[in-house]
């Protein structure tokens, strides 16, 4: 199993992923705002990735409310985590999340993808009932692979981003 094989028993609450959350917002973010012709502003701000960085991004995002108003997670690796660790993370950040924050979760079912699926449908019910909008998609047939994610990139951006 490799999960097993290769994560730690108990992976800390945080690790180094504060530091990455930190560039992200102080320096990365900043940046990009001088640079290009983007509107700053969280309701107009997500962060989003795949497996490890669908959990990065997760992380970044309830860590740093404020500035991210969205959150896309494909194949999430939640499981790297024991469940009583990771949801006690999220529900130390909860309490500063805003309600109006958007969520798009996607997991597979197939192959080493399964491993993904339970802790993605945790996480989905977990912030279902605080009160965060919340989407979940899951594709049966899916495996963990961009080919699977980029069906359901559209999709996402379209629930993600607001109407104007």
Request: proline share 5%; with cysteine; net charge positive.
């Amino acid at each position: 199993d490799f999960i097993k094989k290769h994560c730690p028993k108990d992976m800390p609450l945080v690790g180094c992923g504060n530091l990455l959350n930190k560039f992200i917002v102080e320096e990365l973010k900043p940046l990009i705002d001088k640079t290009f012709s983007t509107r700053a502003e969280r309701e107009f701000t997500g962060c989003g990735g795949s497996s490890c960085g669908g959990t990065f991004s997760m992380s970044l995002f309830t860590e740093y409310p404020n500035t991210f108003g969205y959150c896309l997670s494909f194949s999430p690796a939640y499981c790297l985590y024991k469940k009583n660790t990771w949801m006690k993370m999220m529900n130390e950040r909860m309490k500063t999340i805003n309600k109006d924050s958007k969520v798009f979760l996607y997991s597979g079912d197939v192959g080493f993808e399964h491993k993904f699926l339970k802790p993605a449908v945790d996480t989905y019910k977990y912030l279902s009932k605080k009160g965060i909008k919340c989407d979940l998609i899951i594709d049966e047939k899916g495996i963990h692979h961009e080919k699977y994610w980029s069906k359901y990139f559209v999709p996402a951006m379209k629930t993600w981003l607001p109407k104007e």
